[in-house]
């Protein structure tokens, strides 16, 4: 960030500090589009995004004190915008019904399609994916996390982590192929 954005953060954290409700606005519309690209990698749909997002920024707002201003403001943002999309995903895992393992099935590489996809329809891809696979597919792939962190973090073993994110590989793979093929059929 720049000096002068980081000058701008300052004296709106300073603001939502004394619960002021232009300073909060403000600093939820400078890190929206932020916010709102991590929530949507780990939500199924743009409403659960949104909800993902109001929760973590309500969080943001009630503990601010705890904030280390020696850190990027954004990387305690993002940290809490994943807690947020993880306890999302623990509060609603009874709800999601797990796909068949036949489903998860790897077919035959057909080469790197990634490099030929627009980011919104990869993000389409990847919320298409079951609750579980999308969550530890984007902590490991996109996140960084290890395979220890991811089973710590959603209560699973090292193994089912392991699991978790080939199926999604392979799902992801498969979606890709498949969409690749249906669209050099349009062009024919």
């Not at 004394?18 to 749909?45: C, H, N, P, T, V």
């Not at 090292?158 to 498949?178: F, H, P, W, Y």
Request: aromatic share 10%; net charge neutral.
């Amino acid at each position: 960030m720049s000096e002068t954005v980081s000058k701008e953060v300052d004296l709106l954290l300073q603001g939502c500090l004394k619960s002021d409700r232009e300073a909060q606005r403000k600093l939820y519309k400078l890190f929206y589009g932020y916010a709102m690209s991590i929530s949507l990698r780990y939500s199924k749909d743009t409403e659960e995004a949104r909800e993902v997002l109001n929760d973590g920024f309500l969080k943001v707002f009630t503990k601010l004190e705890q904030y280390d201003r020696q850190k990027p403001f954004k990387l305690w943002l993002r940290r809490i915008l994943i807690n947020t999309a993880l306890d999302n995903y623990r509060h609603n895992l009874k709800h999601y019904h797990l796909s068949d393992i036949t489903a998860a099935e790897p077919e035959a590489d057909t080469g790197d399609v990634l490099q030929q996809l627009n980011y919104e329809h990869l993000l389409g891809l990847v919320q298409a994916l079951s609750p579980a696979y999308r969550a530890v597919f984007n902590l490991y792939a996109i996140d960084g996390y290890t395979h220890e962190e991811i089973a710590e973090t959603l209560g699973i073993s090292v193994g089912t982590s392991k699991s978790n994110l080939a199926k999604a590989r392979a799902n992801l793979r498969d979606k890709l192929t498949k969409s690749r093929i249906d669209e050099y059929k349009q062009h024919i």
